[in-house]
């Protein structure tokens, strides 16, 4: 993807050692701001962005021309309302919508990175992303607040920095991937490798993409975002444009005809390597893991106030899940909040248009900032 040059971009020039073991310097992370940091600069709120999402938050993205991926929860008088908080969100690294990833060229070698890039983890996003707090002067942020890979992201910055924001906000997340999820990210990345045009990684020196393996991995992923009585209700078993079958593998259904266009839009967006290493990242996540199987343990040092938020419908991260951060916030004294939200969506409720959810977020962020 030809990522326009009028993307902001913060280079750090600082080494981050990578929990890989390499060290990266001189490296871009691409952000976008919303709203107004005030004379306190107490009012910031670091959102971090999912698996397929970028810094383009709300609004109309320059490069892809569409809404903003959560343009339902951000924007003025909205749950995260920009007329009152500043808003601040980072392309992870190993991303494709500018900062450091596979797309990039290795200074080394003036190749293009592709799988020569290191493998890189929540951890290491996270430890990318507090430079923006420098760069921006901010000591404490008012908010940490993210859903699925956003919210792993969440969880991972308030046990690195426990004192760098007063509320945090993880949305339909899990402390570590389960089999089930680790299962579906590895069929997607086989999808990816099994095109002839992904070249070992190298396809973007010899001006290809490998666009099927690619659509086929957000085919099986995006099934995966949804509920089965969502997907019931709104396909069911209608046909598409046609009064009967056609006894061939064209899209008979309009589920099928659903999930190719999904797949079709994705690749117009998305890098296929970043896939992989986002993928990845989200796998090696293991908090428990971190803490020697104590996942309290990750939390122990923060007085920050926490609101975890779970929907009804979503099996990829299910309510269970979301309690056991709960639960773990709840064995150390924490003050911590939950909800689960009724709704029929799926994983992705929280990207969507969803009352219940949307007011609570909404009620917390603005009550809990009226308490400064």
Not at 17 to 46: M, Q, R, S, V, W
Not at 126 to 148: D, M, T
Not at 314 to 328: F, G, R, S
């Amino acid at each position: 993807m030809n990522v326009k040059e009028n993307i902001k971009k913060l280079i750090i020039k600082k080494p981050l050692k990578l929990d890989c073991g390499k060290i990266i310097n001189n490296f871009p992370l691409a952000y976008e701001t919303y709203g107004e940091l005030n004379k306190k600069k107490d009012n910031a709120i670091l959102i971090f962005h999912a698996l397929t999402g970028d810094q383009f938050v709300t609004g109309i993205n320059p490069v892809t021309k569409k809404d903003g991926w959560w343009t339902y929860a951000v924007g003025p008088g909205k749950s995260i309302d920009t007329n009152k908080y500043f808003v601040l969100c980072a392309n992870v690294i190993g991303g494709c919508m500018g900062s450091f990833g596979p797309g990039h060229e290795n200074p080394e070698t003036k190749k293009i990175y592709g799988t020569d890039f290191p493998v890189i983890t929540i951890n290491d996003m996270v430890n990318a992303q507090i430079n923006l707090l420098e760069y921006f002067g901010i000591e404490k942020l008012f908010s940490v607040v993210g859903g699925s890979m956003g919210g792993m992201q969440v969880l991972q910055f308030i046990s690195n920095y426990p004192n760098k924001s007063k509320t945090v906000v993880p949305i339909a997340c899990t402390s570590n991937h389960s089999a089930q999820n680790i299962a579906f990210n590895e069929l997607g990345r086989q999808a990816i490798t099994a095109d002839h045009n992904w070249l070992d990684g190298k396809y973007n020196s010899q001006s290809t993409v490998p666009d099927k393996g690619l659509a086929v991995a957000r085919m099986a992923a995006h099934i995966t975002y949804l509920s089965k009585k969502g997907l019931q209700e709104k396909f069911g078993r209608k046909l598409q444009e046609r009064d009967d079958l056609k006894f061939g593998f064209d899209a008979d259904f309009q589920i099928e005809s659903y999930l190719r266009y999904q797949g079709s839009v994705f690749v117009d967006r998305f890098d296929a390597n970043s896939y992989l290493y986002i993928t990845r990242a989200m796998d090696y996540f293991d908090l428990v893991k971190q803490f020697n199987g104590n996942l309290s343990s990750a939390f122990k040092n923060t007085k920050a106030k926490f609101f975890v938020i779970s929907f009804t419908s979503d099996w990829l991260y299910p309510t269970q899940e979301n309690k056991d951060i709960v639960i773990a916030l709840n064995a150390i004294g924490a003050n911590v909040g939950f909800v689960e939200i009724k709704s029929d969506k799926g994983h992705d409720s929280f990207l969507l248009d969803v009352p219940d959810f949307l007011k609570a977020l909404k009620n917390f962020l603005d009550k809990s900032y009226l308490e400064k």
